[in-house]
């Protein structure tokens, strides 16, 4: 073996090969950009992007966003109808970034009884650490009734998931933000059930609007990721929070988002038509006692979800006639096509059993204590439904 002798080789090898133009046309998906260093033509120029970058998405270092990761931002900013967004390496921390940044000491929020259940593990163990008061309050329909005198003067943000987690209770997101602004207060919305294109949050009053572009926007179950986006009037304390926290995401995991979005608008109408086909299949059984899904007709939540939302997703969840865990654990065992499986939004069914005692604070849960949650992903239906038909025979 040879090895090079000429000492200039080795600086050869580190430079050449930096330079990406090439001329001509432009490639229809965004470059994926990976990038930790970034270089600057001189002293002034990178002291110019450091002046301006709290203010301006400028590249600057790795750890302050990408090319790649802007394209997704400003994708997601586009279906929300916002200001800016932020990206988050995981949904849960979307959500608990967002609280950290709006709110501090001595603050009171209130939070949606059907949210994400993570977000009650976090409220107990930060906020109680740091003096930040919270409650919640029942979720179905509500909107400023039940809710006004939940507020309190240290009231400073309310935060609702509607749909809601498991069970898709729906609040009257207008009047909550009616309610929130005239108490000077902030509303939050978790958005991951509409994938930013089924519910519109912002344009229904909110002020921040979280998501999981894990679920519908990655479509294919291989990538997790948080999104953030505001309005401009509170966009600053968003920013400036996550930058000092050193939010970031893998540009890598957005340009595969960023693929999976391409397809969101061919593929929710096939998670929908299959949900509803399922759903209204589950209604005829003798043991169901409830299915839950806004977009049935005799959904509690139906009228809210006909007023404020454009379609449905792929979720519907629903409760046996034998309220016991046990019954419920035979049923989901006895499944085969369904795969037992904690998320959502991929092209694959998913089944999994949900506690709603454990799951909720405020709401009586008593009659339904456990549901089966299902997503309907794009198998055909009627095979879906023979899956189901066969559980029930063997439970």
């Given at each position: 073996m040879t090895i090079p002798t000429d000492p200039r080789e080795r600086t050869r090898l580190i430079q050449a090969g930096l330079s990406t133009h090439v001329d001509g046309g432009r490639a229809v998906n965004p470059p994926l950009v990976r990038a930790s260093t970034i270089l600057f033509d001189s002293v002034a120029h990178l002291k110019d992007i450091r002046r301006r970058r709290d203010d301006e998405r400028v590249l600057s270092y790795g750890a302050r966003g990408n090319p790649t990761a802007f394209a997704l931002e400003d994708l997601i900013t586009g279906l929300e109808g916002g200001y800016r967004t932020r990206l988050f390496p995981t949904g849960l921390a979307a959500i608990t970034q967002t609280l950290i940044a709006y709110l501090q000491p001595g603050d009171h929020v209130l939070i949606s009884d059907a949210v994400y259940e993570p977000v009650r593990h976090f409220a107990r163990q930060f906020f109680d650490r740091f003096s930040i008061d919270y409650s919640f309050f029942a979720a179905n329909g509500q909107g400023?009734?039940?809710?006004?005198?939940?507020?309190?003067?240290?009231?400073?943000?309310?935060?609702?998931?509607?749909?809601?987690?498991?069970?898709?209770?729906?609040?009257?997101?207008?009047?909550?933000?009616?309610?929130?602004?005239?108490?000077?207060?902030?509303?939050?919305?978790?958005?991951?059930?509409?994938?930013?294109?089924?519910?519109?949050?912002?344009?229904?009053?909110?002020?921040?609007?979280?998501?999981?572009?894990?679920?519908?926007?990655?479509?294919?179950?291989?990538?997790?990721?948080?999104?953030?986006?505001?309005?401009?009037?509170?966009?600053?304390?968003?920013?400036?929070?996550?930058?000092?926290?050193?939010?970031?995401?893998?540009?890598?995991?957005?340009?595969?988002?960023?693929?999976?979005?391409?397809?969101?608008?061919?593929?929710?109408?096939?998670?929908?038509?299959?949900?509803?086909?399922?759903?209204?299949?589950?209604?005829?059984?003798?043991?169901?006692?409830?299915?839950?899904?806004?977009?049935?007709?005799?959904?509690?939540?139906?009228?809210?979800?006909?007023?404020?939302?454009?379609?449905?997703?792929?979720?519907?969840?629903?409760?046996?006639?034998?309220?016991?865990?046990?019954?419920?654990?035979?049923?989901?065992?006895?499944?085969?096509?369904?795969?037992?499986?904690?998320?959502?939004?991929?092209?694959?069914?998913?089944?999994?059993?949900?506690?709603?005692?454990?799951?909720?604070t405020v709401s009586d849960w008593s009659r339904y204590p456990f549901l089966i949650r299902l997503h309907v992903g794009l198998e055909d239906p009627e095979d879906l439904i023979a899956d189901l038909e066969q559980a029930f025979a063997f439970r």
């Open positions: 400023g009734q039940g809710v006004e005198a939940l507020l309190r003067p240290q009231t400073r943000l309310i935060y609702a998931e509607s749909p809601g987690s498991l069970a898709y209770e729906i609040v009257d997101l207008p009047a909550l933000a009616r309610l929130a602004h005239a108490h000077g207060a902030l509303l939050a919305a978790d958005n991951t059930w509409g994938a930013g294109y089924l519910y519109r949050p912002l344009a229904l009053g909110a002020d921040i609007v979280i998501s999981a572009p894990t679920k519908y926007l990655s479509g294919h179950s291989d990538v997790v990721m948080g999104a953030t986006t505001t309005t401009q009037a509170v966009w600053d304390r968003l920013n400036r929070s996550v930058d000092a926290q050193g939010m970031t995401v893998s540009p890598d995991d957005a340009w595969l988002i960023l693929r999976g979005s391409r397809t969101l608008a061919a593929r929710l109408p096939l998670h929908a038509a299959g949900a509803l086909r399922v759903g209204e299949w589950l209604q005829t059984q003798e043991a169901v006692t409830r299915v839950f899904c806004p977009a049935l007709p005799d959904d509690h939540e139906h009228a809210l979800w006909q007023r404020d939302f454009s379609g449905v997703n792929g979720l519907l969840s629903f409760a046996l006639k034998d309220p016991t865990e046990s019954a419920a654990i035979r049923f989901i065992d006895a499944l085969r096509l369904f795969q037992i499986g904690a998320s959502w939004g991929g092209f694959e069914s998913l089944v999994m059993l949900a506690n709603m005692r454990q799951a909720r």
